[in-house]
């Protein structure tokens, strides 16, 4: 259970400086007058230099700057292969980047449905042991229900014979004398 709480815990570490290179990325935005130059003019440049506009996308071997194709969520491999397409960092390509988000993904799911296992599981048993603590409960006070109940018989026999009440049958019905 301590191995799912560490890799829960290094998921969410993995997520969080995921989220703060992006964070940090995209806050390094240059000014506005060099947004403003069009793709196709930075090309034959460096990757940094086209990527200052997020617009932009780099192909390594042509070293060309081209539009990101805004229709496709993936830029095709008519335009650029994944291998060798950079866009907002120039250290992080497509390629690595779904294979690398398809595996976490693959584990945050895994490990969810992990936890949930584990929890239902813990539950079911809390609740079998739960279950056994009551039905003994239930045992016991039925026995000192019927301990007490042959007492107070016992007692009411007493009584009766007694005063001279008591009956050979307790089914047969009582003489008025």
Not at 120 to 137: A, F, H, L, P, Y
Not at 169 to 177: C, Q
């Amino acid at each position: 259970m301590a191995g799912v709480y560490t890799l829960s815990a290094f998921i969410l570490a993995f997520i969080f400086f995921g989220v703060f290179i992006t964070t940090e990325a995209q806050t390094s935005t240059p000014a506005p007058d060099t947004i403003s130059v069009p793709c196709a003019l930075r090309s034959n440049t460096s990757c940094s230099e086209c990527l200052q506009n997020v617009t932009c996308l780099w192909c390594t071997p042509t070293k060309q700057c081209l539009d990101y194709p805004v229709k496709n969520i993936l830029p095709p491999r008519s335009v650029c292969p994944l291998n060798d397409a950079r866009w907002g960092l120039c250290w992080v390509n497509f390629q690595i980047l779904i294979i690398t988000m398809s595996v976490l993904g693959g584990v945050i799911i895994i490990s969810i449905l992990v936890c949930c296992c584990c929890c239902c599981k813990c539950e079911r048993v809390g609740n079998k042991r739960e279950d056994v603590k009551v039905e003994r409960q239930t045992r016991a006070r039925k026995s000192r229900q019927k301990a007490k109940r042959t007492e107070m018989q016992m007692r009411h026999d007493e009584i009766r014979q007694k005063y001279g009440v008591a009956k050979e049958n307790p089914y047969a019905r009582m003489d008025d004398h």
